[in-house]
């Protein structure tokens, strides 16, 4: 939406005016439009604080109110030196610029270097609200200065700004680092270091039975499951190019007898040599290896993000080596799964992009022209016979292959990083990775690295707000709370315990000596399935008032039924 970008950009500038008119020597940094609003960022004689925000806003109206057209102006770069000549970071951009001309736009008696485009004047930048602040280096970069940072959004009416501030509170809600800790799913541990998981019991019962479904899914299409180390020695870092062109996002080597090692940043060398341990015939083909593998990355402090960006993650990683008259095959294959999977586990949108070459500059990419559109057309045919939508990105393939990257929606609309389906032909060219054909021959093997879920961290954190930590009972780290009404009926509630959890159910007794309403609304908070009270009525009959975290009284039922119950919904997947 231009007019909506405009609208943003302009709003930027708005505000940028009303930070200098309220605190003196402020030095201007960058103010985009984003996806879905804004920001600027200053460099500001003292810190912003919450409060600053209401000033700005204020401030903000007033400029709105002025209503002054936005004005370009096109300058010599010596002109621009001279007006910014207090505005530092101004200076570097002018003098990257590659013309000898830049443009300004004016708001009056302000104004910024700027390409546009703007609104017609600042009467027609919207309903707009400041929503926070946040540090960001200058361009990007941790060795240059902090800046602060104010996010902001615009809508064309009041409406459009009162639903997305809607979903900004729902998002909040959802926040999977607070609902985290408000469950007892996981933790990062300051004392073991930033970007490292601790899966709680609950988020670890999770994670198993996420696991276990990823296992058993695999073993049914063919897949087999390989281990392979944490470290390796350096050259075969070197030997698959990741020392090359991924060092920075590697750990430092660790010397052991004399020769360095790395911890490994990805599955796929291990997997690689898994294959070449021996001679591989045709008629073996295609091999479907996958791994639950931990992987370590460096990233920077200030990238981590809760479970969605951590330094040490695992991948639900698989590798399949095929002869290029199968490639097609496995593609359509692994996209099913894909889906399947995404599905099964309660996301029903996506949004899926398909990378292919620059169709004007193939000479950049490793490989042949027919070994190629043999391979986009096995990823653009998986796509199409599924009659599954999809945006083809042209010039976006990496050099060794073209891939399928496809993002999951959530409950609010949000997309997420999801499976990745990459052809490879450079690693079969590093690795000299073959299989002897019908003739005798030897061919190159094409390899295929595929993720369904992505990590398991990620994932997790995905589902969490997916599900505002409302998960289906399949998934539910407790299945159903049993609340005795007075420690007379522990023995009985003991009891249920007993026969569900020999049936497989994820069940526990709340014995605490708190009022059962107290302990109602505790299960409900810790959005438990199924609350389970027992008195002097449910021992004599051998049943359970039955409670859903909805609020819902399902009244007295058997244990047996609602066992069976459960049972059903574990089944579907529910």
């Known amino acids: 939406m231009a007019d909506l970008d405009a609208m943003r950009h302009s709003a930027s500038h708005v505000m940028a005016e009303a930070v200098q008119s309220l605190i003196p020597n402020s030095r201007l940094g960058i103010g985009p439009a984003i996806e879905e609003g804004f920001y600027y960022d200053f460099e500001l004689p003292r810190p912003l604080a919450p409060d600053d925000l209401a000033q700005i806003e204020a401030r903000m109206a007033e400029i709105k109110v002025r209503n002054s057209e936005f004005v370009c102006q096109e300058l ?8 910014f000549s207090d505005q530092p970071y101004k200076l570097e951009l002018i003098a990257e610029l590659p013309d000898e001309k830049v443009s300004i736009y004016r708001q009056g008696d302000w104004y910024d270097l700027c390409r546009g485009p703007h609104v017609h004047s600042t009467g027609e930048i919207g309903e707009f609200k ?14 240059r200065p902090m800046l602060q ?6 809508f064309p009416d009041k409406q459009g700004l009162e639903t997305y501030l809607h979903k900004l509170e729902e998002a909040e809600r959802r926040d999977h680092r607070r609902l985290g800790k408000e469950l007892d799913l996981f933790s990062i541990q300051e004392d073991a270091g930033p970007g490292l998981i601790f899966w709680h019991p609950k988020g670890a019962m999770i994670r198993y039975l996420i696991e276990n479904f990823w296992k058993e899914e695999h073993l049914k299409r063919g897949y087999q499951l390989v281990y392979s180390p944490h470290i390796a020695r350096a050259d075969l870092w070197k030997t698959s190019g990741h020392w090359g062109w991924y060092r920075e996002n590697m750990y430092a080597p660790m010397e052991i007898e004399g020769a360095p090692y790395l911890i490994k940043p990805m599955n796929c060398p291990f997997h690689i040599l898994i294959y070449k341990s021996r ?39 698989a590798h399949i ?21 995404l599905q099964t586990f309660g996301f029903r949108e996506f949004n899926v992009e398909l990378s292919v070459r620059d169709p004007q500059n193939r000479t950049k990419y490793l490989g042949s022209d027919e070994i190629w559109d043999r391979a986009e057309g096995a990823l653009s045919s998986a796509l199409e016979r599924r009659g599954q939508p999809y945006h083809r990105a042209e010039g976006e393939a990496v050099f060794y292959g073209p891939k399928i990257d496809i993002k999951l929606i959530d409950a609010l609309g949000r997309p997420w990083q999801g499976p990745t389906i990459q052809v490879d032909f450079n690693m079969p060219e590093k690795f000299d990775l073959n299989y002897v054909s019908e003739d005798g021959s030897e061919k190159r093997v094409i390899m295929v690295h595929r993720a369904m879920l992505g990590s398991l961290e990620r994932f997790m954190g995905c589902l969490i707000e997916h599900y505002a930590g409302a998960f ?13 009404i007075a420690d007379r009926h522990l023995d009985y509630a003991q009891k249920v315990n007993d026969q569900l959890t020999e049936a497989g159910l994820r069940v526990e007794v709340d014995s605490r000596p708190e009022r059962m309403n107290q302990k109602i609304r505790q299960a409900q908070l810790n959005k438990i399935p199924y609350m389970l009270v027992v008195g002097d009525k449910e021992g004599a009959d051998g049943t359970v008032a039955v409670r859903v975290r909805s609020g819902e ?16 919904q574990v089944r579907a997947k529910e």
Not at 472 to 484: F, G, R
Request: net charge neutral.
């Open 553 to 568: 009284n399902l009244g007295p039922m058997p244990v047996a039924e609602l066992q069976s119950l459960i049972e059903r």
């Open 279 to 317: 001679l591989r015939s045709y008629r073996e083909l295609p091999f479907r290896w996958a791994e639950l593998g931990t992987v370590y990355r460096y990233e920077r402090s200030g990238t981590l993000h809760g479970m969605l960006r951590v330094r040490g993650f695992t991948q639900d990683d």
């Open 321 to 341: 080596f095929c002869r290029p008259d199968q490639l097609e095959a496995e593609v359509a294959k692994a996209l099913d799964f894909a889906i399947f999977l």
């Open 472 to 484: 289906p009972v399949w998934l539910a780290p407790v299945q159903a709370t049993i609340i005795p």
């Open 130 to 143: 400041l929503l926070s602040i946040a540090g960001a280096y200058w361009r990007g970069d941790e060795k």
């Open 76 to 83: 010599s770069k010596d002109e621009a030196r001279a007006l």
């Open 149 to 154: 940072r104010i996010y902001g959004t615009t």
